[in-house]
């Protein structure tokens, strides 16, 4: 069974800093496009940043400048450096992946896979 973990949320000050990881396991033959989504109390989920197999980027614009997204292909993981934290930035924090794994049915076949979660929250 193909599934991505999550670590490194927690309790910042603002202006402070985190870091965020998340491992895919599991029978992986590739993964393709992975990215960091987040959900405010009260609002829908966003997209934070994503990242390309070939490793070109994407970011909202609220996190320009301050997050960086990055991965390890041989690791099978992604991370999400968040600098200069702001309270707007306290969320829960979601990975999601398109994994290419062996399923019983369809055989080889990609599967868009998220996290369980992690909390950020930024006190002013």
């Known amino acids: 069974q193909v599934q991505l973990v999550e670590s490194g949320g927690g309790l910042v000050q603002a202006g402070g800093s985190l870091r965020l990881s998340c491992a895919a396991s599991?029978?992986?033959?590739?993964?393709?496009?992975m990215g960091w989504y987040r959900q405010a109390p009260g609002k829908q989920r966003e997209l934070v940043a994503t990242?390309?197999?070939?490793?070109?980027?994407r970011y909202a614009d609220s996190v320009k400048g301050r997050f960086t997204i990055s991965r390890d292909g041989a690791n099978n993981s992604v991370y999400l450096q968040m600098n200069s934290l702001k309270p707007e930035d306290t969320a829960v924090y979601s990975c999601?992946?398109?994994?290419?794994?062996?399923?019983?049915?369809?055989?080889?076949?990609?599967?868009?896979?998220w996290g369980q979660g992690t909390l950020v929250t930024v006190s002013s």
């Open positions: 999601n992946a398109n994994v290419l794994t062996r399923t019983q049915s369809s055989g080889l076949r990609y599967l868009e896979l």
């Open positions: 599991g029978s992986i033959f590739g993964i393709n496009l």
């Open positions: 990242i390309a197999r070939g490793g070109s980027t």
